[in-house]
């Protein structure tokens, strides 16, 4: 019975430990997720590399100032997306390490 009972409490510790370790191993794949996001989102700029001349036209300091850039309602729509894009990779790699941690 005291074998039973020191087999159970091995048993408890050594899950004990796996949940620790599972624990360590997806707090570091959440900080690289965290730092390859912030990489990603650095390398494009505070407003990303679509925002610099969206209509491809080049003003010619006279007249009307279209084609001279992007309006604002293109950068917040631009804003939008790019958001939407870094939560769509986030929610990604969230998904992908839960299919990865449990394959029972």
Known sequence: RQE???AR???IIEAQEREKQQRL???KRQRELQRKM???D???GFYG???LNLSGKQGKGKGRAWGK???KGELQKQRREEEMERR???VLANIGAKKTESPE
């Open 4 to 6: 039973q009972q020191k």
């Open 69 to 71: 850039g992007p309006s």
């Open 42 to 44: 650095a390398k494009a």
């Open 88 to 90: 769509a990779r986030e």
């Open 49 to 51: 590399t679509r925002h």
């Open 38 to 40: 912030e990489e990603e």
């Open 9 to 11: 409490e091995q048993k």
């Open 25 to 27: 191993e997806e707090e």
